[in-house]
């Protein structure tokens, strides 16, 4: 089944959105409603407080989607939100208010995989990506290297055994009193400090595909406890080198193994400068493509929901209405 005009419904964590894709690739409206200044005071996103702001927000956010789109309702083909993984209570409002909205407007309803609708961010503006593709997915929640082998075709080579990279970067600013989210700050102050001050460790750096960031995450804490002193620039950017180091290596290794037509960046993370940079670097020195979606479609947004949507919908169709929100989902890989 084929639907040209896709409303997509983001609500997994703290960001309520919605956006209005034509053909996986056309973005028409891309509306981003951040909680973040609702759960700083908490130093976190604090679930139950994202459902309720979720519930508030939601139709005046799809609603300004629809309008910046320039479309009528009825125009619509297909509704899409994300079911999992995520917070529960806050995966809820988007399923519920896409599951009544396709059933007002008679339209199928596709229940969309977060992971799967980050991998296709970088679809948005190039759509046409040569495959196998290596998107290294780095966000708050997740840390994962995947091999795209076809539209809807992943293997995934590792993850994290740990902490997930966004999440090192949003602790290390909490201890350190810079706010949250950690990783937009600490990228910041980054800039203007010396990335090799101080060498914070490189775990599993030579070891299989998997990643580890609690350590490094530890020792940073650790070394602002024994030198108060240090210069904080110059401690965000030689945590942030540490991590980005072991995450543009393993990458490029990837690249390498499976003959990858490119490289490719996807989450939160992946709005990082610096690895930004690095990634770029490698791929010129290699001689693949780097694919950098820009930050806005990085970090969650509903476009990227829609995007995957019409893959999804012309493979399997639309989704039962008695899906429910799953917390753990996780990526549907080959084999
Ligand atoms: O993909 P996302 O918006 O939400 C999840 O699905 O988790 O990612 C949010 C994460 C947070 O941990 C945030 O600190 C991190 O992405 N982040 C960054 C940057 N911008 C956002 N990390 C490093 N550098 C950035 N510029
Ligand atoms: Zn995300």
Same mark, same amino acid.
């Given at each position: 089944?084929?639907?040209?005009?896709?409303?997509?419904?983001? /609500?997994?964590?703290?960001?309520?959105?919605?956006?209005?894709?034509?053909?996986?690739?056309?973005? !028409?409206?891309?509306?981003? &409603? &951040?909680?973040? @200044?609702?759960?700083?005071?908490?130093?976190g996103v604090v679930p139950e407080v994202a459902s309720r702001a979720h519930v508030e927000l939601l139709m005046p956010v799809v609603a300004q989607a629809i309008v910046e789109a320039?479309?009528?309702?009825?125009?619509? @083909?297909?509704?899409?939100?994300?079911?999992? +993984?995520?917070?529960? %209570?806050?995966?809820?409002?988007?399923?519920?208010?896409?599951?009544?909205?396709?059933?007002?407007?008679?339209?199928?309803?596709?229940?969309? =995989?977060?992971?799967?609708?980050? *991998?296709?961010? $970088?679809?948005? @503006?190039?759509?046409?990506?040569?495959?196998?593709?290596?998107?290294?997915?780095?966000?708050?929640?997740?840390?994962? *290297?995947?091999?795209?082998?076809?539209?809807?075709?992943?293997?995934?080579?590792?993850?994290?055994?740990?902490?997930? #990279?966004?999440?090192?970067?949003?602790?290390?600013?909490?201890?350190?009193?810079?706010?949250? +989210?950690?990783? +937009?700050?600490?990228? @910041?102050?980054? !800039?203007?400090? =010396?990335?090799?001050?101080?060498?914070?460790?490189?775990? !599993? #750096?030579?070891?299989?595909?998997?990643?580890?960031?609690?350590?490094?995450?530890?020792?940073?804490? =650790?070394?602002?406890?024994?030198?108060?002193? /240090?210069?904080?620039?110059?401690?965000?950017?030689?945590?942030?080198?540490?991590?980005?180091?072991?995450?543009?290596?393993?990458?490029?290794?990837? #690249?390498?193994?499976?003959?990858?037509?490119?490289?490719? *960046? $996807?989450? %939160?993370?992946?709005? =990082? &400068?610096?690895?930004?940079?690095?990634? *770029?670097?490698?791929?010129?020195?290699?001689?693949?493509? #780097?694919?950098?979606?820009?930050?806005?479609?990085?970090?969650?947004?509903?476009?990227?929901?829609?995007?995957?949507?019409?893959?999804?919908?012309?493979?399997?169709?639309?989704?039962?209405?008695?899906?429910?929100?799953? +917390?753990?989902?996780?990526?549907?890989?080959?084999?």
């Amino acid at each position: 089944m084929t639907a040209d005009l896709i409303l997509g419904i983001e /609500t997994s964590c703290d960001e309520t959105a919605a956006a209005l894709v034509a053909r996986g690739t056309d973005v !028409m409206s891309s509306v981003v &409603s &951040s909680q973040i @200044e609702l759960h700083r005071r908490y130093g976190g996103v604090v679930p139950e407080v994202a459902s309720r702001a979720h519930v508030e927000l939601l139709m005046p956010v799809v609603a300004q989607a629809i309008v910046e789109a320039g479309v009528e309702d009825r125009a619509i @083909e297909a509704v899409a939100a994300t079911h999992g +993984p995520g917070l529960v %209570g806050a995966l809820l409002v988007g399923v519920s208010a896409a599951k009544a909205m396709s059933l007002v407007w008679d339209v199928p309803f596709v229940a969309m =995989n977060h992971l799967e609708a980050h *991998l296709y961010a $970088a679809f948005l @503006e190039e759509p046409e990506l040569e495959m196998p593709l290596v998107i290294l997915l780095v966000s708050g929640g997740h840390t994962m *290297l995947v091999v795209m082998e076809d539209h809807l075709r992943y293997r995934v080579l590792g993850g994290t055994v740990d902490d997930a #990279a966004g999440e090192a970067f949003d602790k290390v600013a909490r201890h350190m009193d810079l706010g949250y +989210p950690g990783g +937009p700050v600490i990228d @910041e102050l980054a !800039m203007q400090g =010396n990335a090799s001050a101080i060498a914070f460790p490189r775990a !599993m #750096a030579n070891d299989g595909w998997d990643f580890s960031f609690s350590g490094v995450k530890t020792a940073v804490i =650790n070394h602002v406890r024994k030198h108060p002193d /240090t210069d904080v620039r110059d401690v965000a950017a030689s945590f942030q080198e540490a991590v980005v180091d072991v995450l543009v290596d393993k990458a490029r290794r990837a #690249a390498r193994d499976v003959g990858a037509k490119g490289l490719c *960046l $996807a989450g %939160g993370v992946a709005a =990082n &400068s610096r690895l930004r940079e690095k990634t *770029l670097d490698v791929c010129v020195a290699d001689g693949y493509r #780097a694919f950098l979606p820009s930050r806005s479609m990085c970090t969650d947004n509903a476009a990227m929901v829609a995007a995957a949507a019409w893959w999804r919908l012309q493979a399997d169709g639309p989704s039962p209405l008695d899906i429910g929100a799953n +917390p753990s989902l996780r990526l549907p890989v080959i084999g």
